[in-house]
């Protein structure tokens, strides 16, 4: 068997035949011209053209070399051959009737006593792994510019607890820059009651797959911020552990609303007022506690149904149409309606209505609040009763007593007058009689 030293061309050929990428010999002559003594067949591959092509010129190569890469694969060339260094160069060929491909040219340079320089190497064709390499670096910047748009804290940490990495550019929540907890372990620099929600979120993602939900709340110099975490496998072969990719979503502000909408919700349904949402149709979306105690109705029977459900068949088409064509123009409509209980019974409602309107000032709902004004309805015609019977009785005592004072203004004897001051003071008495009914009368329950 022939050592590398006594290697014959016949040799070589058989060889590099079934090579797909070339092997070369490629010199550079004092006088600066180029040439390419020695080639595998695999230079049909990589530029198109056979061995005898470059034997003695280089132009069959140079003429299918990119334009954008000629210059700079020529200068790393002359830079190779002034520093007898290591060439290493990628550049693209454009072989006519065939796509464009990448060539990766990895030489060994040698001095020649003539002063000569020849490379010894092999070119490769590495278009796939360029194409794909591109694509790995597409994603990788897409995925970094997902990481940028993400409003999240994302940790990447290992079922020992350590924090590997920061992959998030936002910062002003963190308790500490990143240099100070990579490499750390999360229970130890974290807040004892974080740190067992982390654990907790990385437990659930071992047994589920994932694990979404969980919250904390973090005490920062600039005040108290409420975080959710979202927990997923990290699932990398390379990875000697498991890790998991951890995304703290800062959700103080929407913490601050629930609590809000929470504290309405609790007025509205702790309301002595009838409060209800319908649709534009009028049919009933929701209604409180409250509507329910006073009408009978369950939920269940009252939601997605219209309010005619309490029609007691008093109320005029007029009146309702005034109402509708007022919400519906945007309008506010008050007024009182006498409705009718699910057991038929009667109550007065004094009634404000209301549309509600999203951000395009459109109409999506109506709001009503309506009070229970039976009570105060019952008590005015009690007095309105009472005022009608009472002023008869009282008339007559008080037209008596005005009749007397003025026969006192009269010339009258003393007997006449000691008369008159008796029945001026039967007429009193019984108009504070009348009063004191009047009085008694009101005080009696409705």
Known sequence: MSTSENFTGDEFRKLSLHLPDMIFQFTRSPDGSYFVPISSKGIVNIFGCNPEDVKDSFDAIAKVIHPEDALRVFEQIEESAKKISEFHCEFRVCIPNKPIQWILSRSTPELLKDGSVSWYGFNANITNQKKTRNKLEEIIQKQAAI????????????????????HSEVSELLAAPPDFFVG???????????????????????????????????????????????????????????????????????????????????????????????DLDGNLEYVNNYFLKLTGYTREEVIGKNPRILNSGYTKKEDYKKMWDTIKSGGTWQGVFLNKKKNGSMFWEEINISPV??????????????????????TDEKFRKIAWDQSHQVRGPLTDILGILNILKMNISEEE??????????????????????????????
Do not use: C
């Open 417 to 446: 007058r000691i008369s008159l001051m008796e029945n001026l003071e039967n007429a009193a008495k019984q108009l504070d009689q009348v009063i004191h009914k009047v009085i008694d009368e009101t005080k009696k329950p409705v």
């Open 184 to 278: 750390k372990a999360y229970d130890e620099i974290m807040p004892k009651e974080v740190a067992e929600v982390v654990t907790l979120a990385i437990q659930e993602t071992i047994e589920k797959g994932a694990s979404t939900g969980l919250e904390y709340v973090l005490n920062l110099p600039s005040g108290s911020f409420w975080f959710e975490l979202t927990v997923t496998n990290i699932n990398l072969p390379a990875l000697e552990e498991r890790r998991f990719m951890v995304l703290a979503r800062d959700i103080t502000e929407r913490k601050i609303e629930n609590d809000k909408l929470r504290q309405l919700s609790h007025a509205v349904e702790q309301s002595n007022t009838s409060i209800v949402i319908a």
């Open 357 to 378: 309107k999203n951000d395009q000032g459109v109409i999506i709902n109506f709001l009503a609040i309506k009070t229970d004004i039976t009570k105060q309805k019952k």
């Open 147 to 166: 990481l940028r748009a993400i409003p999240y804290l994302v940790f990447e940490i290992g079922i020992n607890k350590i924090i590997y990495d920061y």
